[in-house]
């Protein structure tokens, strides 16, 4: 489970930084008009979203996750900060599964 692990690691600080970024582009396109750079990059973040959620069902089967809780980590990488929080948790959560 260590190679699914580390994906979701990755992609989970991935897309925190791509909503932040996605937040920005929403900043620019509703508060100053300028909507251009949030048409090029809405679709990014939203393929890099589809990769977290491929991501988080993969370490969820792997290791053994209720839907509920593969739900709430799937949820949790929408919400700006939580999903840093949520990413740490998880990943002490299962290294310590598998040491003891």
Known sequence: ???????????AVVVSIALFVLLFGMVLRYGFGNPHFSEVYSPIHG??????????????????????????VMVAGAVPVVSYLVER???????ARTRG
């Open 89 to 95: 948790r998880v990943v002490h959560e299962e290294q």
């Open 47 to 72: 393929a890099l979203y589809m990769v977290y959620l491929v991501v988080v069902v993969d370490l969820s089967r792997r290791a053994g996750w209720s839907l509920t809780r593969t739900v709430g």
């Open 1 to 11: 489970m260590t190679g699914s692990l580390q994906r979701y690691r990755v992609m």
